[in-house]
């Protein structure tokens, strides 16, 4: 197993899965905003999730340079800050560390080997979870990861060891670009809505008209999937979509949380991006195109 995980970007999702791990009694630093610091510092982190609730001891700090002692790093940052957060972790990490980005979009182990030059593990990560105050992680579904990439395989067994130590389903996969996309699938089709109506999961796929939306969403990102060389079953897909919003009914999209809080979305990683591949490669998208401009509306209002 690895002996000490640190996380870069410890929002609701770092929160998460450092805190399973740690809870688990695996060595973890989270490197998170100065008010989940003092938080967790003060108090442990509050873990409320749908099995257990209580303080988890855990290190934090605002420092990157705790990044110097992790022998696996898990990127947690929003996509907007992939590549400069992976650039200053780089300068840091050891040698023989390994990163895992762990974040929205299919498109973010490709950037920063474009970037930087080296190798990180993909996960698509599989969790409903919030922050909603300091040091307090509000968890309400699922929790697993699916792992893959250009590593040795030895090494994404070793990851998939230590997350599942830790209470964490962890499953290597030889075709990780699809279940990335399989994610972007269902991001795709839930979080712009939710974003704009203000509706949980469960209400969503539960309305006539918002259903329907979301089964062109879907059918468009597999169109443009199939047109990148990403081999996705439409059917599949959007049993899928209809099964996610019963299985997280009270869930609100990570999009929705950005823009209640002030912040920029991962709007251009998610439908902006299933837009601009099928705009490149010929594939009409003209729904997912207008979810991404409505939102960048919404953005540019509340977002100071």
Not at 97 to 113: H, L, T, W
Request: charge should be neutral; glycine fraction near 10%.
């Amino acid at each position: 197993m690895f002996k000490h995980v640190v996380v870069v970007g410890a929002g609701a999702v770092g929160c998460y899965y450092g805190g399973m791990l740690a809870r688990a009694g695996i060595k973890v630093t989270l490197i998170a905003r100065p008010q989940h610091v003092e938080a967790i510092q003060r108090d442990g982190l509050m873990m409320d999730t749908t099995t257990f609730k209580e303080y988890v001891k855990v290190a934090a700090t605002t420092e990157m340079d705790a990044v110097k002692d992790g022998d696996l790093i898990l990127l947690c940052v929003k996509t907007l800050d992939t590549v400069a957060a992976a650039r200053d972790a780089k300068t840091r990490m050891r040698p023989d560390a390994v990163m895992v980005s762990m974040q929205n979009g299919v498109d973010n182990a490709e950037r920063i080997k474009e970037e930087l030059g080296f190798d990180v593990v993909s996960a698509g990560v599989y969790v409903a979870c919030a922050m909603p105050s300091p040091g307090y992680l509000k968890h309400n579904g699922r929790g697993d990861l699916v792992i893959g990439g250009d590593v040795a395989d030895d090494i994404l067994h070793k990851i998939s060891i230590t997350c599942e130590y830790g209470g964490i389903p962890c499953k290597v996969s030889k075709t990780v670009a699809q279940e990335m996309w399989t994610k972007l699938v269902m991001n795709a089709t839930y979080n712009a809505l939710s974003a704009l109506t203000g509706c949980t999961y469960g209400v969503l796929v539960n309305d006539p008209g918002a259903l329907k939306i979301m089964m062109l969403l879907a059918e468009e990102c597999v169109a443009v999937a199939k047109a990148k060389g990403i081999a996705l079953d439409l059917a599949d897909m959007q049993d899928r979509v209809r099964k996610l919003g019963p299985a997280m009914p009270g869930t609100l999209s990570s999009t929705q949380q950005d823009l209640a809080r002030g912040k920029q979305t991962e709007i251009d990683s998610l439908n902006g991006y299933v837009a601009a591949q099928g705009k490149k490669f010929n594939v009409a998208a003209p729904m997912n195109a207008a979810m991404h401009s409505l939102v960048k509306l919404r953005e540019a209002r509340q977002v100071g």
